[in-house]
């Protein structure tokens, strides 16, 4: 078939086709342009502010990573962030939703629809370091890695995956989570479902810096449940993993 | 006491509003949807034909064959019949440019990923069914999932780059090239089975 051809063809594709795609793309611009989350628009406030304490104070930020220290994994090391502190646990937090409770079917249908990678596996060199911003906010900011034992949905048949993970906290409240949640065992030896999302372009704002995510893990954890290894608990009601693998 | 300098913001037109000025001929029905869809449509061409001149002149004659098509037609989703006229249009620019010289767009590099059915820059033979095929394609993307009928569309019909589709998606690029790659592999088993020759 020439080009010429191919392309002749496509000017006749049903209308109807165009009119769904015109639409969509619209709906995903529409929802990408959105803030993403409340705590960027706080973000960009603290910057705001931060930025201003800077100029008056005349202190130089000098990137936000004091010498970057890179892992095995070829990420950089969390605690070489500038004011990290590495910490054991992260204060009692809950996942981080956008409010909604879904019947388990629903739930599962949902997870169906997104593009999210979701595997079962054991967490591997967990880190968790604390950075206090100016003002009452402060950064749970952890990185750990996941041997995958199980791909569940998307996966590329990656065994090992590097994993960031962040909560942000005012005044000791928790304000933005991604994924971590403080019923979820993190002992080692224990696996688990994970919901991931494949880090792009994008930056966090912690400490008046921006921090590139990519640099820090491959994916951001999404959201994560308990699991028992072939089924996982949503909400009391039991769901087989492979109900979630079916196309 | 008047505002000085009061500063307006002109809002787009609603669109059912804008086919009303062009069924009653009302010539600000071109300019309100200049307005509104110039940048949409723009990019629409620039994909195609990589250069600004005649991506003006490929708006420009969208504009006319919306003004001559309605009346009698009245489209249902105003942005969907302008793309495809902008598209018809800036595709015969196209195939017309690149008698001469090799066009570095998005269509181009489209088009080239699709080689190993779809070769070969003459013009189109005296056989050809184009709207037999155009209902075969429109098969064929009836049957993918919602997210590579996205895709298809974007890099396909209208050539977006790879990644204006990974924003889109909130994909990675790796990703949409994979899907990428299991569409046209779908696509050459349907077109070979409805006997085209790869």
Known sequence: MKKKEWNEGLNYLDPDLVEKYVEQKDRLRQKNKKPKSIWLRFGAIAACFAVAFIAVAGIAFHGYFNKPVYLENGKIDISSLSGAQIVQSVPDVSQGTDGDIYPPDEFVSILKERTDLIVYGTIQNLKTVKVDELGAYSWYVSTFEIHVIDEIRNGDGTQTITVVSAARYYNDMPEYICGLSSNFDLAESKAGLFVMRENTEETWRIAGADLIVAELGDYRASSQFECNGESFNYFGELIDLDELKKE | ?198
């Open chain 2, 1 to 198: 006491m008047e505002l000085q300098n009061k500063q307006t913001v002109r809002i787009p037109m609603d669109d059912d509003k804008i086919v009303e000025l062009y069924w009653e001929r009302n010539e600000k029905a071109v300019e309100e949807t200049d307005f509104k869809y110039k940048k949409y449509l723009f990019s629409i061409a620039y994909n195609i034909v990589h250069d600004r001149l005649d991506c003006e002149e490929c708006l420009n004659d969208t504009y006319l064959g919306a003004w001559n098509a309605i009346p009698p037609t009245k489209p249902s989703v105003l942005k969907a019949f302008l793309t495809t006229i902008i598209r018809r249009i800036a595709i015969k620019r196209y195939h017309s440019n690149m008698r001469q010289n090799v066009i570095p767009s998005e269509m181009t590099v489209s088009l080239s990923e699709l080689e190993d059915f779809v070769a070969g820059d003459e013009d189109v033979g005296a056989e050809f069914d184009a709207e037999r095929l155009g209902h075969i394609i429109s098969d064929f993307v009836r049957s993918l999932s919602e997210r590579r009928q996205f895709i298809f569309m974007s890099r396909y019909y209208l050539a977006d780059p790879i990644d204006t589709i990974a924003s889109d998606l909130s994909l990675s690029r790796s990703m949409v090239n994979k899907e990428l790659a299991a569409i046209r592999s779908a696509l050459k088993e349907k077109l070979e089975s409805e006997g085209y020759s790869i």
